[in-house]
């Protein structure tokens, strides 16, 4: 399975338990007590998601640099590149 087949099907498992877990708070109503533990699914979804690495380097693949005024910065983006900034492997490419 590609790192891009792995990014894809983490983000739709942490919309849909996302969702899912909105639609049982507003279900439950007053008597959502623990409401805050429901979210924590979701919450673990996006944290393996943002540690997602390049199988050959090791790299994060949400991990971003940009260059400003000969700074060079570092961000955390969704955007998936189509190759590793660091080594150029393809993620789209079986690994």
Do not use: N
Not at 77 to 83: F, L, Y
């Amino acid at each position: 399975m590609t790192v891009r087949h792995v990014a894809v099907l983490l983000f739709v498992a942490m919309i849909t338990s996302f969702a899912g877990v909105s639609i049982l708070v507003v279900r439950l109503g007053e008597d959502a007590k623990w409401s805050a533990w429901f979210y924590a699914v979701p919450f673990i979804w996006g944290i393996i998601l943002t540690s997602l690495r390049c199988p050959r380097c090791r790299h994060h693949v949400f991990k971003h640099e940009a260059k400003l005024f000969g700074v060079r910065w570092t961000y955390w983006s969704p955007e998936m590149r189509e190759r590793c900034i660091e080594c150029g492997f393809p993620f789209g490419d079986s690994s």
